[in-house]
């Protein structure tokens, strides 16, 4: 059975960092491109980053360009996404899926003072 399940959202102030992790099980983690999404209340849901499968390439959305970091340890089947300098903006729930058929359950992120 196929598993991603994402951690480390939360509650930050404007101005903080967070650090998003996707772990994966059941499948082989190193053959997939995985991308981090958004979706915001009554907004659709948007590709933030994403990363290839061996982790030597890399996307991201410009509104998150010089403050959020995708990376992946493919030994820990596991890909990350460090968010800084957070603005209230961000503030959503973030899914990781490992292109293109699975989907994480989802982690809240809320950016307010």
């Known amino acids: 059975q196929v598993k991603l399940v994402e951690s480390g959202g939360g509650l930050v102030q404007p101005g903080g960092s967070l650090r998003l992790s996707c772990a994966g099980s059941?499948?082989?983690?190193?053959?997939?491109?995985v991308g981090w999404y958004r979706q915001a209340p009554e907004k659709e849901r948007e590709l933030v980053a994403s990363?290839?499968?061996?982790?030597?390439?890399?996307t991201y959305t410009d509104s998150v360009k010089g403050r959020f970091t995708i990376s992946r340890d493919n030994a820990k089947n596991t890909v990350y996404l460090q968010m800084n300098s957070l603005k209230p903006e961000d503030t959503a729930v973030y899914y990781c899926?490992?292109?293109?058929?699975?989907w994480g359950q989802g982690t809240q992120v809320t950016v307010s003072s």
């Open positions: 899926n490992a292109s293109p058929r699975y």
């Open positions: 059941g499948l082989t983690f190193s053959r997939y491109a």
């Open positions: 990363i290839s499968s061996s982790g030597a390439f890399s």
